[in-house]
């Protein structure tokens, strides 16, 4: 791990109070100075938005999504845009506009197109891990990549597109959009309650007000579900979808075929925000995690750092090594290492809440027909 990477780590340990002793206390008081300029930022820009002083461009297509979050990172928004877009993909011509976080589309001047109908037309460092997936999973949808989601919307418009679904577009106001869905973690509603550096928020829990639907993810049950409302509900009424990430199975790479973990000794590598649930999912395959390597959310992993990490794998007696889809589309279609390399394929599922859902997707899909 380079040393960018080491104190955005240690940063993130601070504010999780993973760190003791006096230079984490100091931190954690610097931070809570600066994050009054953060929230004092955010809250002038979205004042502006709302007094209708700056303009917003209003794609002319039936239908514009924005799915997005409240706090940094980690909620699920891909598997929940992923969800989303599935429900309108066989009846409409679906457009998901992505930024492509520390892709190499993020810095062009012009949004790329990832895929036109026909799957993806780059690869995954060009555009970025999430886009690429996306492109995967639905090859027949049009994804453009870029910062500038207010030109990826002409393209998608030029293209012919009936719905305009947003990811990450809470922030991104410069684009006016019919529905707002805000996902959240159940683990961590309000992002420890501060706004960025100090804690993870970089939207006011009051903007939870601007909210048509709420999908809240790693719901087990209606009473965890029931639980999360109550703490909700002061801030927007907006109908609340548990959500969780069901595994669909592990697969070799370069393989279709799902295989048994059941006893065997795994090794785990991710780049994610949240490593420890792609943990419980492969413990709850019956698999004994001898092993683990993390690196940043969007991060890679070298060849190198790979059989590296599959030797000392070995030495703890792991059979195999695995990761998430997400780290998959970013890997060679055949890593050359030490031992034999999996990956696990996740879906985001409605477990609580499945009547407001269906309700939700409805009246979306009637307004398009409405509006064609």
Not at 217 to 243: F, W
């Amino acid at each position: 791990m380079d040393a960018k990477r080491r104190l955005r780590q240690y940063a993130v340990d601070v504010i999780n109070r993973k760190r003791t002793g006096f230079i984490p206390w100091c931190l954690r008081i610097i931070f809570r100075f600066i994050s009054i300029f953060y929230w004092a930022g955010v809250s002038i820009r979205n004042w502006v938005y709302d007094q209708g002083w700056l303009c917003r461009f209003s794609p002319p297509v039936p239908l514009v999504i924005s799915i997005g979050n409240i706090v940094a990172g980690g909620t699920g928004k891909t598997p929940a845009t992923l969800m989303l877009a599935k429900e309108f993909y066989n009846q409409f011509i679906v457009a998901i506009l992505s930024r492509g976080y520390r892709s190499k589309a993020e810095h062009q001047q012009r949004p790329v197109c990832l895929s036109n109908g026909m799957g993806p037309l780059h690869r995954a460092d060009v555009c970025g891990d999430e886009p690429y997936l996306m492109s995967e999973h639905l090859p027949h949808a049009l994804i453009y990549v870029g910062k500038d989601r207010h030109a990826s919307s002409i393209m998608a418009v030029q293209a012919g597109a009936q719905v305009i679904i947003l990811d990450d577009g809470m922030q991104y106001r410069r684009l006016a959009r019919d529905i707002d869905i805000i996902v959240m973690d159940n683990n961590d509603l309000f992002g420890h309650g501060h706004f960025l550096p100090r804690g993870f928020l970089r939207e006011s829990i009051s903007s939870l007000n601007r909210a048509h639907l709420i999908i809240v993810n790693h719901i087990e049950n209606d009473e965890q579900l029931r639980l999360a409302q109550a703490r909700i509900a002061p801030y927007t009424q907006a109908p609340l979808v548990g959500t969780s990430a069901v595994s669909m199975g592990v697969k070799l790479f370069g393989s279709d075929e799902i295989i048994e973990l059941k006893g065997k000794k795994v090794a785990l590598f991710c780049g994610i925000a949240h490593p420890e649930y792609f943990k419980k999912s492969i413990i709850e395959e019956g698999a004994s995690v001898v092993a683990e390597c993390h690196v940043g959310d969007h991060d890679e992993f070298t060849t190198n750092a790979l059989e590296n990490f599959a030797i000392q794998a070995q030495k703890s007696d792991a059979e195999l090594l695995i990761c998430t889809e997400k780290d998959r589309v970013k890997l060679d279609a055949n890593p050359k290492v030490a031992l034999p390399v999996a990956w696990l394929q996740i879906e985001m599922k409605v477990i609580s809440g499945s009547g407001e859902w269906n309700t939700f997707i409805q009246k979306a899909k009637r307004d398009i027909l409405k509006r064609i």
